[in-house]
């Protein structure tokens, strides 16, 4: 760590002995050129800025070239001064100048004397002619009046071209869908939001559309977005650049007081809602709405022309209700009673005596479970589950949420003449969130805390009119508690929700320094800046101190019941099969009803001296990371209407570690393993001959390497091209207008994710790898005979029913450590691991645009945007079975297995399957399996009996695992191989060695790597009608295409999100297909109109008194969003041909169309016809990963408005009392979200259907402001 971090210091010494550009703190510019009447440069003129309200006041000469530039500007509204001898004065006044928005304001002066003033109202080029940055800005007055229903002023990040939006649901959970916030193709995790120039991004979770400070709409001056191919003084991370400015006081007073109310009274009903209450009889009553947001504002001098203030409070009320649904036992189930859909189209009943009847313990249906079953309510909704054991059940959850905001901001002139300025902004928050309960009745889920708070203070010097030193410190400190509804260790029903929760706890102090050097010098303006962060992470969790057991039919030895001529499958009892698509569905509420634990979990974590936490002991860590990050850049003005921007910018972002040494790792790369075993397998090679791995003490703390490598290479260069044809005449001057009216930009730029904190969440879901540990008893042992059953949902069996143990005590802890390797102590474990091969992933960002200028202050833009990303994150198995080729045939285990898959599928009996009949795969079993058996036979694994045909007995076994080749592999490969006819010899390995295959130690471990790739093109229009005449609007278009092989942000484990994950790590690029976040059309528009009548208006203009109180100060606002529609996957159900771990995808075998139907019951699919669409896709044979994203469901749309009526006060016009009337999602549309509830190929009953919305119900909200 030594080298980088003192590199990185001496050259923040160097940059801060310098005594910029705008974009890193919050600042913004203005520049020129003076010419006459002729076009002739006027040099030496003077010219002059000034900012009345605050008494700020800056001078400089325009150069021989008859330019100007004033940088490192505040965010304000400015009047441009411009003298010459021999010209009259220019007075440009309401130069309104836009955060990170460079405005271009040339003069013509007249000829006269300088004693003669023409004063006119600024309007300088409207369209982009210094950079080829793609975004707009947004003023106060349209972050004041557009309706944004989450009143989060970040939102309007969504108002842009190119930026995927899923809605504001409070029920979609976050921490699995990072669809939201992906813009122009970037992962939703990397926007980058700053305040006053500092860092205030969600560092642990990257949560899009965030400020982990609160920002109010009443306390910022302007926000402006950068989505594309920004200057190199931008680029913590590789998306959009969000840019937030606190409002600042002035020499005069302004303030509000304000209060907005939302009410039941007004609000529409939630569609799956109103559904449950029709099927039960219920009034059409939507859920409790009550939302109140009280709140003032004021600024002003403390002294005049030099100190002023502004504050802000806000205050949030709510007590609402939210749409949840769970997936609860049917009221037959908890009878003892399952139903299943059987092969004959119908559906079969089994009783409790016909379970008892099949079960080969005597036992029959568990009173332990039915009890648990009885806790439940009655289902009500029959579009969740699988329809028949497990239902879904929907209810309205109360919500109790309290915020209160505080917001202060301090600007201090040091000199006179504002040359040296100080400032200070404050911000903290105190937010309650008692959260859902799991069912009705029941304490939340989740208690929510966050006292956020953070400040920063900046200093700007102007040194000399083209050297500026801009300076800001900031520190936020996010802090968070989580505080779940369990102590207790726990038995897993799957597919049942149980809604036990953990606790946790961090907080984030993070200090930004952050330093701006501009300089203009002739035709070039210079950027040079640092940027450096340094974050500590205090944490407390329980997320991984608990062990727990599993109801998982597929860890008996027949892999399941359902088809398997195993005790309880239904044929037993001369019950019709069950359909194949049925299989889980049949599984899972069986082995819940019998109380069957066959798989108990032991998790073990462990403390820096190798002893072990007691059970339920939240693990406390101290992670830290630092980033450095450098650039430079010259904007060069080869001409006044070409403009040339180069620049390089450098990122070194520090692996994060553990300050107090609780940090181990791996003694040989693992990522460096799995490479070799993807050479070897190729050559015929196993994985029996690895070295044992072993964890010893890592991170700076103990003196050792870290998690990963520093990336040293981290260059970004960047490159802009901004040029405004000026033709004088013809057709040209008629296509591209006069002056500045076109801008043809042109640019490429390289830009790096930011990475680090975000991994560290997965060990808060699984424990830090090698100081925690998970046993599991072996798969494939547990026979439905043996196997524990339940005694209470907190008790997990340590012996199996005949005393064997299944619950494995904790391996000795003390490092090096080496975990355990044979399966009767705990080893083919399953972990989170790590790649210590990681590299910052990086992407390449190009655009080129043509924008023009239109009459009335119109223009239009059209963009092709295109992103290339490269080393991105993606999930991969590091334990992940080899595909071992054999060298004599060539054919490799996938390919050999995939054959003997096709087969089983089918039903094809082992009687039928020789060596001469499965054709040229055939090879590869007689040759890696060797010699023939000692007794001269094989014994049948599946069926009985015994065959001297190696592929008959191959195939015997894998037939007993359909669909789950990947235990049939185990049981070859570790769990005592192929049998012998004489059940007393020992079975038989591939290449004749134990764990040819699979590591003996790790049967699966995921981890983080930087392998994925990705594309994104664009064609983007925007129309704009900038402000006046009463009216101002945006029309975005963007027609794009995302691809990728994942599209999960940092924050996703591997248990969660949405299946992004490499399912083979040997063939990542099988998942390539069209971004999770893929929109081919999205179209966003917002406007602000104010109406015609009353005062100074087109009607009515003179109207005064009671006529301009009626008809007077009327304005609507509104906004647009409308995309076309998500894909999604098809889920391959609970089986696992190709992972031991994740199951993957289906595959698609005939094309499917997605046709939003409404069912009987109000049930909405995303099919005509479920089980017929599931028909065309079938389980994933090994090797595949299944399709992905292969259609489409509903995409997002709404329509939100307001109606406002302003009234001056008679005693001051300067104040005002303004009514506002909102209306979000005005036509009630629903549009479903595909995520909801993904299609499982295993669960036909319910294939295809939504349980969740994107839009949330029609809502209306109602505001009184008074404004000075």
Not at 205 to 220: I, K, N
Not at 421 to 430: C, D, E, K, V, Y
Not at 845 to 870: C, K, M, N, W
Request: aromatic share 12%; net charge neutral.
């Amino acid at each position: 760590m030594r080298s980088p971090v003192m590199s990185a210091l001496f050259l923040s010494f160097l940059l801060a002995l310098s005594v910029g550009m705008t974009a890193q703190t919050s600042t913004t510019s203005v520049r020129g050129t003076v010419t006459d009447k002729s076009g002739a440069m006027i040099a030496g003129a003077k010219v002059t800025l000034s900012n009345p309200q605050r008494g700020f006041k800056w001078s400089t000469t325009t150069s021989p070239a008859g330019a100007y530039e004033f940088l490192q500007l505040t965010p304000a509204t400015y009047t441009l001064t411009i003298e010459a001898p021999g010209f009259r004065k220019s007075v440009q006044t309401n130069v309104e100048l836009l955060v990170n928005t460079p405005a271009t304001l040339n003069a013509t002066l007249q000829v006269g004397a300088v004693s003669e003033t023409i004063e006119v109202s600024a309007e300088g080029s409207i369209v982009n002619t210094t950079d080829a940055s793609i975004g707009n800005a947004f003023s106060e007055h349209q972050v004041k009046e557009l309706p944004l229903e989450g009143r989060n002023v970040p939102d309007l990040l969504t108002l842009q071209a190119g930026v995927t939006y899923t809605g504001n649901r409070p029920d979609v959970n976050k921490d699995n869908d990072t669809r939201s916030g992906s813009v122009n193709g970037a992962r939703s995790d990397q926007s980058n939001v700053t305040l006053d120039g500092v860092d205030v991004n969600d560092q642990g979770s990257g949560y899009a559309f965030t400020s982990v400070l609160p920002v109010t709409l009443d306390s910022v001056e302007e926000f402006r977005v950068t989505t594309s191919n920004y200057n190199a003084d931008q680029g913590r991370s590789s998306g959009a650049q969000v840019t937030l400015v606190t409002k600042s006081g002035s020499n005069a007073f302004h303030g509000s007081l304000y209060e907005y109310l939302r009410n039941t009274a007004t609000s529409a009903n939630d569609y799956f809602i109103k559904g449950s209450e029709i099927a039960q009889g219920l009034p059409n009553k939507p859920p409790k709405l009550i939302r109140n947001i009280p709140g003032g504002s004021l600024g002003g001098p403390m002294l005049k022309n030099r100190l002023f203030f502004f504050v802000n409070f806000e205050a949030t009320r709510q007590r609402e209700e939210n749409s949840v649904i769970r997936v609860v036992p049917s009221d037959s189930l908890r009878q003892g009673i399952l139903q299943y859909q059987d092969v004959n189209g119908g559906v079969t009943t089994l009783t409790a005596q016909d379970i008892l009847n099949m079960d080969p313990a005597g036992l029959g249906p568990n009173p332990a479970s039915m009890a648990y079953f009885n806790t439940y309510p009655s289902p009500n909704d029959l579009s969740a589950g699988d329809g028949y054991n497990f239902v879904g059940y929907r209810f309205k959850a109360p919500v109790k949420i309290d915020k209160n905001y505080y917001i202060g901001r301090l600007d201090y002139k040091i000199t006179q003449n504002g040359n040296h300025t100080l400032f200070w902004r404050g911000a903290a928050q105190n937010v309650t969130n008692a959260g859902v309960p799991f069912l009705p009745g029941q304490t939340p889920q989740h208690s929510l805390t966050d006292h956020s708070k953070g400040f920063v203070a900046g200093y700007t010097a102007l040194l000399s009119p083209t050297l500026v030193n801009n300076f800001r410190w900031g520190f936020t400190r996010q802090s968070l508690g989580d505080q779940g509804n369990s102590t207790q260790q726990w038995v897993i029903f799957r597919s049942l929700d149980q809604g036990y929760t953990r606790s946790r706890s961090f907080q984030l102090p993070v200090h930004n320094f952050v330093d701006d050097v501009s300089w203009h010098k002739g035709r070039h303006t210079f950027g040079f800046g640092t940027n450096l962060a340094f974050l500590r992470n205090p944490r407390l969790s329980t997320l991984g101190s608990f062990s727990d057991g599993v109801a998982n039919a597929a860890w008996l030895n027949t892999g399941g019941f359902a088809n398997t001529n195993s005790p309880f499958d239904p044929t037993t009892i001369e019950k019709p099969e069950v359909f194949s698509d049925f299989n889980n569905s049949y599984d899972f509420p069986l082995i819940a009803l019998l109380g069957m634990v066959t798989e108990d979990d032991a998790t073990y974590n462990y403390a820096k001296d190798g002893s072990v936490f007691s059970q339920g002991a939240a693990i406390r860590r101290h992670f830290a990371m630092s980033t450095y990050e450098f650039y430079a850049q010259d904007a060069f003005r080869w001409k006044p209407n070409l403009t040339i921007t180069f620049g390089l910018r450098y990122n070194l972002f520090s692996p994060p570690w553990e300050t107090t040494g609780m940090q181990v790792a791996p003694t040989f790369s693992l990522g460096k393993l799995l490479q070799q075993h993807g050479r070897q397998m190729f050559d015929g090679i196993g994985v029996s001959g690895d070295p044992l791995i072993t964890f010893n003490l890592a991170g700076p703390a103990n003196g050792k390497a870290g998690y990963y490598d520093w990336d040293k290479k981290n260059f970004a260069p960047r490159i802009a091209l901004a040029y405004s044809p000026r033709p004088e005449s013809g057709w040209l001057k008629k296509l591209f207008g006069s002056g500045d009216k076109t801008s043809i930009r042109a640019g490429f730029g390289m830009a790096h994710d930011h990475i680090g904190m975000g991994l560290l969440n997965t060990f808060d879901l699984n424990g830090s790898f090698g100081l925690s540990t998970t046993l599991t008893n072996p798969a494939g042992v547990q026979t439905a005979a043996t196997a524990p059953r339940l005694t209470d949902m907190h008790t997990i069996p340590v012996t199996d029913r005949t005393g064997e143990v299944i619950f494995y005590p904790a391996p000795p802890g003390q490092f090096p450590q080496t975990p355990p390797y044979t399966a009767d102590t705990g080893g083919f474990a399953i972990a989170w691991g790590l790649d210590d091969t990681i590299k910052t992933p990086y992407s390449y960002t190009f655009d080129f645009s043509v924008g023009r200028e239109l009459p009335h202050r119109f223009s239009v833009e059209a963009s092709y945007v295109g992103r290339l990303g490269r080393h991105l994150l993606s999930q991969r198995d590091l334990a992940m079975p080899i595909n071992l080729v054999d060298p004599k045939s060539g054919i490799g285990y996938f390919s050999a297995a995939g054959a003997l898959a096709q087969l089983s599928q089918a039903g094809t009996p082992t009687s039928a399957v020789t060596s001469s009949t499965i054709g040229p795969t055939a090879a590869y079993w007689q040759n890696i399996m060797g010699s023939s058996p000692a007794g001269g036979a094989y014994g049948l694994y599946c069926s009985g009996g015994s065959t001297p045909d190696v592929v008959q007995a191959v195939y015997d076994l894998y037939s007993c695992y359909t669909g789950n080749e990947t235990s049939a592999l185990a049981i070859l490969d570790e769990f005592g191989g192929l049998p012998d006819a004489n059940p007393d010899n020992p079975g038989y390995y591939p290449l004749g060695k134990q764990n040819t295959f699979f590591n003996r130690q790790y049967s699966s471990l995921y981890a983080w790597s930087t392998i994925g790739n990705s594309s994104y093109n664009a064609l983007q229009v925007s129309l704009r009608k900038h402000f006046g005449g009463g009216l101002q609007f945006d029309f975005n278009y963007t027609f794009s295409k995302s691809i990728d092989i994942s599209s999960d942000a940092e924050r996703i484990g591997p248990y969660r999100g949405f299946g992004g994950q490499v399912i083979n790590s040997w063939s990542p690029k099988q998942l390539r297909a069209v971004s999770d976040f893929d929109l081919p059309h999205q179209i966003n528009a917002n406007w602000i109109a104010e109406l015609p009548f009353g005062e100074g208006r087109k009607f009515a203009g003179n109207s005064h008194g009671v006529t301009e109180a009626l008809i007077g100060g009327w304005r609507v606002t509104g906004l647009v969003r409308w995309t076309s529609g998500f894909p999604t996957t098809v889920d391959n159900g609970y089986y696992f041909p190709t992972n031991w771990e994740l199951e993957g995808n289906a595959m698609q075998i005939a094309p499917v169309q997605a046709q939003k139907t409404v069912l009987p019951g109000g049930i909405v699919s995303m099919f005509k016809n479920g089980p017929a669409a599931a028909s065309s896709f079938r389980n994933g044979y090994p090797g595949e990963s299944g399709t992905r994203n292969s259609f489409r469901g509903d995409g997002f749309a709404g329509w939100d408005m307001s109606l406002g009526k302003r009234w001056k006060m008679p005693y001051r016009e300067s104040h005002s009392l303004q009514f506002r009337w909102e209306v979000f999602n005005v036509t009630n549309l629903s549009r479903f979200d595909v995520q909801s509830n993904r299609p499982e190929i295993d669960i036909a009953g319910t294939f295809g259907n939504y349980t969740g919305l994107l839009t949330s119900p029609r809502v209306m909200q109602f505001a009184l402001r008074y404004e000075f």
